[in-house]
């Protein structure tokens, strides 16, 4: 296969003998031909640096809103994290005061039961005793009709 | 002595602009080719500008030991090649960097076929034909799809190809014989 078209002579493309069917080398040669205008167009189009700057600028906001929202989120959690084990801390604190508390007053509340149920029963051993000393001193009912029945039979 | 030395420093400044000249002159003759085929491999305006100016920065600053062992087109060529493929191996190890390709669609790629002088039963034939060759280019292997573009789009030799990617004659004739048979296939099949 001989070309005599390089790169310092255009996109011209020679006939060529390399064994290929025609219709092949047609699809060759106009395969050839689309890349060599499509680069030579690309090679003289106006560059755009703005648009470059813009997507290397829209890269780096979205790599700082991402940094942003992962820093947000690390520092909120931690936040939440230190408030709850805080509110945990107080929550179980509050509880063993409580039950500390509740430790403490009971031999107290014990003892004033205890009193309250003597001094209960005191009372109702003097109630018991002043009914039973009334009792003795007060006469039967029907004693002073009976003492005149008795009188009036002896006269 | 001292006059031997101004002429020694006169002539390496002159040597000097003599090779900056001559890496202009290659600038010049080379960019678009170096340009069209980064453009035809990787189908993104945008990174084949890159790359063609990081192939021509490389080949600046190696310019000074360039032996001319090969053509400089060839060696151009094997940098633009070695950068491409770099590129790619970064890129699939940096995939997070940047999400989305700006590859051109394939369909707008082949409208860029000049009109000439043809019907416009022929221009549209001429616009399906390539469409079909340029999605058979896409599937290609990285190899293939660059042996057969050096082959079919730069017209290189077989042996300057075999130069510019480093593989043995055989190797780039087996490459380039699946390409085309696939073509073949491709083009056949929907005619």
């Known amino acids: ?155 | 002595m001292a006059a031997g030395t101004v002429m020694g420093a006169m002539t390496m400044a002159t040597a000097d602009e003599i090779a900056a000249e001559d890496f202009s002159a290659v600038v010049t003759k080379h960019r678009l080719q170096i340009f069209r085929f980064l453009l035809s491999s990787t189908r993104d305006v945008d990174l084949a500008e890159t790359l063609t100016q990081d192939c021509f920065l490389k080949a600046h600053r190696n310019w000074a030991s360039f032996r001319g062992e090969s053509s400089t087109m060839t060696w151009l060529m094997r940098i633009a090649i070695n950068l491409q493929k770099d590129h790619w191996r970064n890129r699939r190890m940096q995939f997070w960097r940047q999400t989305q390709t700006h590859s051109v669609d394939l369909d707008e790629a082949s409208e860029w076929l000049p009109s000439g002088e043809r019907s416009v039963e022929q221009k549209l034939l001429a616009r399906e034909r390539v469409g079909q060759v340029a999605k058979v280019v896409e599937k290609l292997s990285k190899r293939q799809r660059t042996v057969f573009l050096l082959r079919y789009v730069e017209e290189m030799e077989l042996s300057e190809i075999a130069q510019a990617t480093g593989l043995s004659l055989g190797t780039v004739k087996a490459h380039l014989s699946r390409a085309v048979a696939r073509v073949r296939v491709e083009v056949g099949e929907k005619r």
């Not at chain 1, 005061?97 to 430790?103: D, G, Q, S, V």
């Open chain 1, 1 to 155: 296969m001989k070309f005599k078209n390089k790169a310092d002579e255009g996109c011209e493309v020679s006939e060529s003998d390399d064994g290929l069917n025609p219709e092949l080398l047609e699809a060759l040669r106009d395969f050839r031909l689309s890349v060599c205008a499509w680069s030579e167009a690309a090679m003289n189009r106006p560059r755009a640096v703005v648009e470059v700057g813009r997507r290397w600028s829209w890269q780096l906001a979205t790599a700082l809103t991402l940094g942003c929202v992962l820093i947000a989120g690390g520092v909120s959690g931690g936040v939440y994290r230190h408030f709850h084990w805080q509110r945990t801390a107080g929550w179980v604190q509050k509880q063993e005061t409580k039950i500390a508390e509740t430790h403490a007053v009971e031999p107290e509340r014990q003892a004033v039961a205890q009193r309250n149920q003597q001094t209960h029963e005191e009372e109702e051993d003097l109630l018991a005793k002043v009914d039973s000393d009334v009792s003795r001193q007060v006469p039967a009912a029907m004693e002073p009709l009976a003492q005149l029945m008795a009188e009036d039979e002896s006269r």
